[in-house]
C-alpha cells in the first residue's frame, strides 16, 4: 500500500499537491532580504548552497530551537524563493535555486554567500 | 547668540554629541539585510545611493506615512551602518556608507542597488 501510494505521487494524471514555490520571475528582493536576515536562516542558506540536503540532516544553529522554529525557517525561505523544498524517497530534500535567484538579482547571493559573520 | 552655538559646535573641545554609527568593522550581515528588507528603507537608500540628501527633501514612497515611521526607517538605516546621518548648517545630510560596506560586504550594495523591484 505504502509503494502504491508513492507510485500515485509520480504519476502525473494524479498529481499530490505539494509546497508551493513562487516562480523566478515573481521573486521579490525584499522578501529575499527579509528572508536572509534571520542568523539561523542565513545559516541553512549556508548550508544548502554547497549542494542539496535532506531536511532532516540540516540543523539549526541553536541545537535547542523547537522544531517550529526550524519548520518556520524553511517555510520562509522557501516562500521567498530562496530554497526550493520537495519530497525525495521518505524524506524531503532542501536545495538552493541559484539559478532563479541569479537571474532575478545577478550577484546577490554570491556577495551574501560570500560575506563573513 | 545662535551663530554663537553653532560655533561652538563645531569645536572640537566642545563636542554636541551626535546621532550613534557603527565603526566599520563592526558592520553585521543579518542587520545589513534587514534594514534593506522594508520597501520604505530600500527606496531611501536608492535616493542616496546617487549621492549625499538633505534629510528634509528624502521622501518616503507613501506620502502619508507619519514624520515618526520616517524617522524610524532613518535610525535602522543608521544604526545597521548603511547611512550615515550628519548635521549640515540647520539640516542634516544623509549619505550612504558605501565605502565602509564595500570594504565589508563586496559586492552586496551594488547587487542590491542593481536588482529591479
Not at 531536511?55 to 535547542?64: E, F, I, K
Amino acid at each position: 500500500m505504502f509503494n502504491y501510494i508513492r507510485t500515485m505521487a509520480e504519476n502525473d494524471s494524479f498529481p499530490i499537491p505539494d509546497l508551493y514555490h513562487p516562480p523566478g520571475e515573481d521573486l521579490v528582493l525584499t522578501d529575499i532580504l527579509f528572508a536572509l536576515s534571520d542568523p539561523a536562516r542565513l545559516e541553512i542558506v549556508r548550508q544548502v548552497a554547497s549542494g542539496a540536503v535532506d531536511m532532516a540532516q540540516c540543523h539549526l544553529q541553536n541545537p535547542d530551537a523547537p522544531k517550529s522554529t526550524k519548520s518556520h525557517h524553511m517555510k520562509v525561505l522557501r516562500e521567498a524563493g530562496i530554497l526550493r523544498n520537495e519530497p525525495a524517497g521518505r524524506g524531503r530534500l532542501l536545495s538552493l535555486r541559484l539559478e532563479d535567484l541569479d537571474r532575478r538579482f545577478p550577484g546577490l547571493m554570491q556577495a551574501v554567500l560570500a560575506a563573513q559573520s
